[in-house]
């Protein structure tokens, strides 16, 4: 069977991740290895990069160089926002007509996703030859298909490594620790606080994700509970998690809700996305508490980019299926003439085999938390997600030893 010949251009969007550049690398390396690739190409900053034809010759760059930025996180190529349109994919195109352009690797989630599957739409409507791989990305692990996505490991193991000093630091001097963490629709990132957890009564307490809905005075009695128990409180709460809904019945979210509540409307991005990051929610929820419990001692933060690429906590199975569906899409698009999306199947106790999805049913879509994995109360996880997470974090998480000596009895001789 011929095969297509011509140049492969790879691309990185949206956020970055810690093991992003493992698939960067792991795609060039591969499809350099094929006879029928000319040259390949990274593309500045996504797509916008390749409409303005600003490239890098990834065939130019040292194995050991490469390797080096394997290991390194964030998006090496640079990212973008961009949504193409039919009139950008149309320029897309042109440009890889003007350079013989056959294979198109895009790094991404939910939205470079559904890059891939416009860009494949009007390649096969003009009748232009190109094979198009979606390389999941994603430290929200929301894409549909696919067991979990590159970069939810590593960012997961961050929240879960923080959570754990929290919970250190309230055992020291008590109180009340609120953490809102990215998750927008999904709760998967803030879940995996609770592999925190070594002792029973060890926080995160309470965890509330985007998949239930949210009641300020439910809030406010499961703390007052566990402060009561306890006398400290450590809380996860995703950014994304919504009080009411609008006439068509979405989901508004709480830090929507403040910011209008504050006379403004909130920002919007180019795929339509609001903005929910920022301190508001996390500011919020802790004056609640302050006012309404009267707990002096209540802190909140929202983690923000700091879990996308701490290099510090990078999972090691992770890095490794970054690498491998890197090279899987090369072998898909160079080696077997194949377009689609490289997805993720766990096998036996833990163990993962790559398959090959149609991009369609991937685009834009939203994989939430299954109610599997989260308990009836709707403010923690199960045992069946500390299962499912606990093999994805990779080396022995950090051993935070309490201190167990018995009490000294004060004779009164």
Not at 171 to 177: C, H, M, Q, T
Not at 319 to 337: I, L
Request: proline share 5%.
């Amino acid at each position: 069977m011929s095969r297509l010949t011509g140049k492969v251009v790879i691309a990185q969007g949206g956020g970055p991740t810690a093991v992003i550049n493992q698939s960067l690398v792991g795609a060039a390396l591969e499809a350099r290895k094929f006879p029928e690739v000319t040259r390949v190409w990274g593309a500045r900053h996504g797509v916008r990069g390749i409409v303005a034809e600003t490239f890098v010759d990834l065939s130019e760059a040292t194995t050991h160089n490469l390797e080096r930025v394997a290991r390194t996180p964030s998006s090496a190529l640079g990212s973008t926002r961009d949504k193409p349109d039919a009139t950008y994919c149309q320029r897309i195109l042109q440009v890889f007509r003007k350079h013989d352009v056959r294979y198109f690797f895009y790094i991404g989630g939910n939205d470079s996703s559904d890059t891939v599957r416009i860009v494949t739409e009007h390649a096969d409507r003009e009748g232009y030859e190109l094979r198009a791989i979606h390389i999941p990305k994603t430290v929200d692990n929301d894409l549909p298909i696919t067991d979990h996505c590159p970069g939810y490991p590593s960012a997961a193991r961050f929240v879960a490594s923080a959570l754990g000093g929290v919970n250190a630091d309230l055992l020291a001097l008590p109180g009340v620790y609120i953490a809102v963490i990215m998750g927008r629709h999904a709760g998967w990132l803030t879940a995996a606080a609770a592999l925190a957890r070594r002792h029973d009564d060890d926080g995160p307490q309470l965890i509330y994700l985007p998949e239930r809905p949210f009641s300020i005075e439910r809030y406010l009695a499961d703390i007052e509970r566990v402060y009561q128990q306890q006398g400290r409180c450590v809380v996860a709460i995703s950014e994304g998690i919504w009080a009411s809904r609008d006439g068509k019945g979405q989901a508004i979210p709480v830090t929507v809700d403040l910011i209008r509540q504050a006379g403004r409307e909130p920002e919007v991005d180019a795929h339509g996305n609001m903005q929910l990051s920022g301190g508001a929610l996390a500011d919020e929820l802790a004056a609640v508490v302050q006012k309404n419990l009267g707990i002096k001692r209540v802190r909140a933060d929202t983690f923000g980019y700091l879990q996308r690429s701490f290099p510090g906590v990078v999972s090691s199975v992770d890095a490794r299926e970054a690498r491998e569906v890197g090279e899987k899409a090369a072998h898909y698009a160079c080696g077997r003439d194949l377009s689609g999306s490289v997805v993720i199947e766990r096998t036996g106790d833990y163990a993962v085999r790559y398959a090959l999805a149609d991009v369609r049913d991937i685009a834009a879509r939203t994989r939430s938390m299954p109610d599997a994995f989260i308990n009836a109360d709707g403010n923690d996880v199960t045992e069946a997600f500390r299962t499912y997470l606990r093999p994805l974090l990779g080396d022995a998480m950090p051993d935070l030893e309490r201190l167990w000596a018995p009490a000294v009895e004060l004779g009164g001789g």
